[in-house]
């Protein structure tokens, strides 16, 4: 069914759908995976740590309501459910359990890692297609790349 009209070719739009699905998937699991880390994290670090958890928190969720209101502006569904996530997702296995704080961060950076890379290559798929959503996955990896250097200090 579609409700709202795109203003892109159907060629296009199938790049761009892809590229924001694919950003949402790992931005909400971003904001998963650094909220549970938020709460197991333990060490001398705890304190530092957690709150800049929350941070990536913060900036996953508010990139993953972006990007998902720009692919309904465009007129395709955004797909955020648990299941979709669980299947979609770039981010590798999160530990379980409490997490001593260096491997806390290791995890952070292997994790921000990742969706940078898968962001990286859909701002290439993009720029053709669609320059205003390429835009808004410039700012998404920007951001990202910032705390990928802050996790990456902290356990330089
Ligand atoms: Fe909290």
Known sequence: MYVVKSPLSDENLKTVSEAL????????DLSLVSKQIHWNVVGQRFRSVHLQLDEVV???R???????????????SP???AATVAVGSGIGVT???????????GALADALGAVIARMRERVGATGEADPVSQD??????ADLEKQHWMFQAENG
């Open 21 to 28: 699905q694919g950003a949402l998937v790992d931005l909400v």
């Open 62 to 76: 508010t990139h993953a309501d972006t990007v998902a209101e720009r692919a309904a502006a465009l007129g395709v």
């Open 136 to 141: 808004l996955l410039i700012a998404v990896t």
């Open 95 to 105: 530990p379980e359990g409490w997490v001593d704080d260096t491997v806390a961060v």
């Open 58 to 60: 913060t900036l996953a």
């Open 79 to 81: 797909d955020g459910r």
